[in-house]
Structures are given as structure tokens and as C-alpha cells.
């Protein structure tokens, strides 16, 4: 006759017979009675003397409550605590005496502990400041933390970015001891990215710029009847400021950010660890040709946004303020001068090493993270865009107290 089903008296017989013993059923309600008995020295307990905290039982979490109740009752001033005394500790009891240091103001690492529990507890300490950070404090002591916490890291920003660029001038001036170092084609291939690519939009902001400023100022010099001083507005705006300012912001954004996604994404791929590992300078492979690509490309970019510029201006007086365009080129060939054309254009290398180091060392910074790449990102266009601002500024200022 087959055994039965497991469980059954025929299966449990067939199992006798051939030698096993069927394991005794132990029953349910005498597990949870054995569960629930606790030795009296299991008990967490705490005694203070002299203001010493002596700790004595197991502090685990099958204790969480009696834990607690132990060290809300605790009564008199605490100078130390001595944990040696517990015999079985885990997380949970820890984590415990950790909250109890912080609300009576105690060192957590003048604790004394066990030998065989300093790794426990270590570990747990270590952890204990990776918790969800508070909900934000909108106060004015709060208000001026975050203050003095975005100056401190704009001043390490600061700092990393003349560092950076002493590193860029030093590599470039070895370049002229060692010329083969240059990367030729990858210098002419970013040139093309930079401004051949760059050209139409350039050119199209630019000449629509250039008529909405001779139409704003039309409208104004109407009034006195000087109309024809658009021709001087306009020459004098795009030649010395408005043709290399609206190059440098369109390049900052457009520009600026695509070097700090292309090295970040290396950065990403270990890319450019593994060029540090085969003994190859990621400054000179990376930063060099872009810095020189946009050193000789922003320039003539801003050429060509000074030529549009003054196209746009001539458009406009031509068909809306009855100009000719003989005596429109006739009176800028009178009026202008050739230092508002190299004052324009002297601002044009300065702002091209400014966009290109910050690009480049925005996306060297990059963590490896999608988060950190998109606010790199972020960051040198800000950065680039404000700076070159602050820049042209202080040299309009100085080149006005200078007589240029």
C-alpha cells in the first residue's frame, strides 16, 4: 500500500519503518509563550551616579519600548555614559542613544561601548547625517546662511576659474615651444561647429537688432527733428558694443553649453580618465583646440554681426525714415571713426577665453551623474553670459575715462 499524503498516519508509519523518526509537531501557543519569555538581565535598564549613565541589558529592537521608557526616566544632570555594561546591542539602540546625546547636548564619540560593538556603532554614527534634510527655513537667519553659502561656493567658482585658466595660458605659451602638440584638426573641427554653424543666426539677430534700434531712436529724434543722427546711433551702438556683446551672449548659450555636455558626457564614459591613463593631458587634448577655435572664430563672428548690425540700420532708414542709403553710407564715412571699431573689436579674444574656459571647466567638473551634467550645464551658461556682461561693462567704463 503507497504511502499517503504527506502528513497522514500512512505516510508518517511508512517513515518509521524505514528508519526516520517523523519530527514532533511542536505546537503554536508554546512557541509564542517561549518568544515572550524575556531573562530578567534582558531587561534594558539605566542607573546615574555622579552623573555617569551606566547602560545594562540588551538595547535591540525587540526592546524599542521598554528603550525608550528607560531614557525618557532618566533623571538628574548627564556628564557621561557608559554602555559597556549592554550586553547585546544592534541599530535600533544606537540610533537611540544617538537622539538622546543630541537633545541633552552630549559628545556622542565620548560614549563608552564594548569592544565588540565599536564597529556597530561606528558604522551607525557614520550614517546618522545621511537622513532627509529639513523642510526649508524661510526666516532671516536662514535667508542669510544661504547667503554666505552661494558667496563661499561663487568664491571657490572664482578661484577654480583663474586657476584654470593660468593652467590653459601656461599649455598655450608650451605650445609655442613644441608646436606638434597642437591638435590641428580638432582645433579646425570645432572652428566649424563654432562659427561657420553660427554664422546665419549671428547674422539674422544682429541686422533685426540694428533695425529696432534705429527705429527707437527715429522715434525719439523725430521730435527734435535729427533723424538723420540714427546713422551715428546705430554705427556707434554695433561698432563699439552691441556687434561683439550679442556675438559673446549668442556663443555663450550656444557655445558655452555644448563643450560643457560634450566633456561632461566623457567625463561620464571615464573617457577622460583613460586619457589620463595613457600619460595624455585631457587640457591639452580637450580645452586647448576649443579655447583657440573660439579665439579666432568670435572675432570674426563679430565682424559679421557689426556688418549686419549696420545693414539693418541702413534698411530701416532707407524705407521708413526717407534716408537714402547713398547719404546714409555718405554720413557714416564722415562720422565715424576707426577706434570705435577696434575698441569693438579688442573686446572679441578676452570674451572668447572667457566662454571657452568656462565651458571647459564646467563639464571637467561634471560627477558622472545625468543631475550633475544637466546642472553643469546649466551653470556655464549662467556663468558665461553673466560674466561676459560684467566684463564689457568695466571696459565701456574704462575705455570712456580713457577718451577711446
Not at 558626457?265 to 573660439?294: F, Q, S
Request: aromatic share 6%; proline share 4%; with cysteine.
Amino acid at each position: 500500500m503507497p504511502p499517503g499524503p504527506p502528513g497522514s498516519r500512512d505516510r508518517r508509519d511508512a517513515w518509521t519503518h524505514a528508519g526516520f523518526r517523523y519530527p514532533r509537531p511542536v505546537h503554536r501557543t508554546h512557541r509564542t509563550r517561549h518568544r515572550m519569555t524575556v531573562p530578567a538581565h534582558a531587561q534594558p535598564s539605566a542607573d546615574a551616579e555622579d552623573g555617569v549613565l551606566r547602560l545594562h541589558g540588551h538595547w535591540t529592537l525587540e526592546h524599542a519600548s521598554d528603550i525608550d521608557a528607560v531614557l525618557r526616566g532618566i533623571d538628574g544632570a548627564v556628564r557621561e555614559v557608559d554602555a559597556s555594561g549592554v550586553d547585546r546591542l544592534d541599530s535600533l539602540g544606537v540610533l537611540q542613544l544617538v537622539r538622546y546625546a543630541d537633545k541633552q547636548g552630549l559628545d556622542f564619540g565620548g560614549f563608552e561601548f564594548r569592544r565588540d560593538h565599536h564597529a556597530l556603532v561606528e558604522a551607525i554614527d557614520d550614517v546618522n547625517d545621511d537622513r532627509p534634510r529639513p523642510k526649508r527655513d524661510f526666516g532671516v537667519a536662514a535667508a542669510l546662511a544661504r547667503l554666505g553659502y552661494t558667496m563661499h561656493d561663487n568664491g571657490r567658482e572664482i578661484v577654480a576659474l583663474v586657476s584654470f585658466m593660468g593652467e590653459t595660458l601656461t599649455k598655450l605659451a608650451r605650445l609655442a615651444l613644441a608646436p606638434r602638440r597642437l591638435r590641428v584638426v580638432s582645433t579646425v573641427h570645432h572652428m566649424e561647429q563654432v562659427g561657420l554653424d553660427a554664422v546665419p543666426l549671428v547674422a539674422l539677430l544682429s541686422f533685426m537688432v540694428g533695425a529696432v534700434i534705429a527705429f527707437l531712436g527715429a522715434s525719439v529724434l523725430a521730435d527734435f527733428g535729427a533723424t538723420i543722427f540714427v546713422v551715428e546711433l546705430v554705427s556707434i551702438a554695433f561698432l563699439r558694443e552691441f556687434g561683439v556683446l550679442l556675438t559673446a551672449i549668442l556663443l555663450a548659450g550656444r557655445t558655452a553649453s555644448a563643450f560643457t555636455a560634450q566633456i561632461g558626457a566623457m567625463v561620464g564614459r571615464e573617457e577622460v580618465d583613460a586619457i589620463r591613463t595613457l600619460g595624455l593631458d585631457p587640457v591639452d587634448l580637450l580645452v586647448i583646440p576649443r579655447v583657440l577655435a573660439l579665439m579666432v572664430m568670435l572675432p570674426l563672428l563679430t565682424f559679421i554681426a557689426m556688418v549686419s548690425g549696420l545693414v539693418g540700420g541702413l534698411t530701416v532708414g532707407a524705407f521708413s525714415l526717407d534716408i537714402p542709403p547713398q547719404a546714409y553710407m555718405s554720413r557714416m564715412h564722415e562720422q565715424m571713426e576707426l577706434r570705435h571699431f577696434l575698441v569693438g573689436m579688442s573686446k572679441a579674444p578676452l570674451f572668447a577665453m572667457i566662454i571657452a574656459l568656462i565651458g571647459c571647466l564646467e563639464g571637467l567638473q561634471v560627477k558622472g551623474t545625468a543631475q550633475s551634467l544637466g546642472e553643469r550645464t546649466t551653470s556655464s551658461v549662467v556663468q558665461s553670459i553673466s560674466l561676459v556682461i560684467v566684463v564689457d561693462a568695466f571696459a565701456a567704463i574704462w575705455f570712456m575715462h580713457m577718451g577711446w
